[in-house]
């Protein structure tokens, strides 16, 4: 029987993916979270075999507990859920350790089938997903050269935690609290943001993110 923990802050997605599991002869539903912390805690209670993490967590998000957990526990699958275009998450997710990137939009038995993936000790990646893992390492089907690939996509996993809340307008004071970052360490940030995309001020920044539908 796989054990499967479900971390997602919306509690019609937990009853969602209850009602697929409970479909499932060999998985079995090991606990459920609605934020980040409390994902940690149950992780670390034991007696799971696959982690489901939305991206999206409060607190603290999908990617921090990604990288706690696999810091924790290295040999613990986690299957991100997100709902964001696979472009903005998938690689970023994979290259931080995850078993694979499932987008919400995905159907029953794609679910179960990276559950079991994950838990065999395998990836789950999508053809979507792939061609954009191919293209981030500069594998064969890369369409793109290096240099023409998002400037925002030079942005390390913080500077994006931190462009990505400086584009929905949020305050420097506001994203230190979020992120509990001292705020001259937030503004540190904030110029290197602006460096590597190439725009002066927050107001370009939330246009970039626009056109790049990151918000």
Request: hydrophobic share 45%; proline share 4%; glycine share 8%.
């Amino acid at each position: 029987m796989i054990r499967v923990l479900i971390c997602d802050d919306h509690q019609i997605v937990r009853q969602g993916i209850k009602l697929i599991l409970a479909d499932a002869a060999d998985i079995a539903l090991a606990g459920e979270a609605a934020n980040g912390p409390d994902a940690l805690a149950q992780a670390r209670a034991g007696a799971i075999d696959v982690v489901l993490l939305d991206i999206a967590m409060p607190q603290r998000d999908g990617l921090d507990i990604l990288r706690q957990l696999k810091s924790e526990f290295p040999r613990l699958p986690v299957l991100m859920l997100s709902t964001y275009p696979d472009r903005q998450y998938a690689v970023r997710s994979l290259k931080l350790g995850a078993a694979g990137y499932l987008n919400k939009s995905a159907d029953a038995e794609q679910l179960t089938e990276a559950i079991r993936r994950a838990a065999g000790g395998k990836l789950f990646i999508t053809p979507g997903v792939a061609e954009l893992l191919a293209g981030a390492l500069g594998g064969p089907g890369a369409d793109d050269a290096a240099g023409d690939k998002p400037l925002h996509e030079r942005l390390s996993h913080r500077e994006y935690q931190v462009f990505r809340l400086l584009a929905a307008g949020h305050s420097v004071g506001e994203i230190a609290e979020h992120l509990v970052l001292a705020a001259n360490t937030v503004s540190t940030y904030r110029a290197r943001i602006l460096d590597k995309t190439g725009v002066r001020n927050d107001v370009e920044l939330a246009l970039y993110a626009v056109r790049q539908e990151i918000v």
